[in-house]
């Protein structure tokens, strides 16, 4: 079994910086790929960036492209989305999310392909 815990999200500006974290742990090494969705009030959840180990393969939806990047400590088992120029729009609860699958990039973005997942963390973009 694999345990996620995110942290650090919060409130801040338009424009602004932030950086979300989520510890692995349990059978961390056994971890492949790790993503962050998010799901702003009243609508569906919503992928927004993912990460293969291995090739170190990276896939971010178009919205986020440019301002997010994700990455993973595998030392530290961490997982981290810093995210910059942020935007009302990127309003929402982040979730963690990881699976023992190297996953296709078909595949990298749909949230049934993950199996286990964190709590979530609330980020508000307000001024």
């Known amino acids: 079994q694999v345990q996620l815990i995110e942290s650090a999200g919060g409130l801040v500006q338009p424009g602004g910086s932030l950086r979300l974290s989520c510890a692995v742990s349990g059978r961390a090494s056994s971890v492949n790929t790790v993503a962050w969705f998010r799901q702003a009030p009243g609508k569906e959840r919503e992928f927004v960036a993912a990460?293969?180990?291995?090739?170190?393969?990276?896939l971010y939806v178009n919205s986020v492209k440019g301002r997010f990047t994700i990455s993973r400590d595998s030392v530290k088992n961490m997982v981290y989305l810093q995210m910059t120029t942020l935007k009302t729009e990127d309003t929402g609860a982040y979730y963690c999310?990881?699976?023992?699958?190297?996953?296709?990039?078909?595949?990298?973005?749909?949230?049934?392909?993950?199996?286990?997942w964190g709590q979530g963390t609330q980020v508000t973009v307000s001024s």
């Open positions: 999310a990881a699976t023992s699958g190297n996953l296709i990039q078909s595949s990298m973005g749909r949230a049934e392909s993950y199996d286990y």
């Open positions: 990460l293969r180990r291995g090739d170190r393969k990276t």
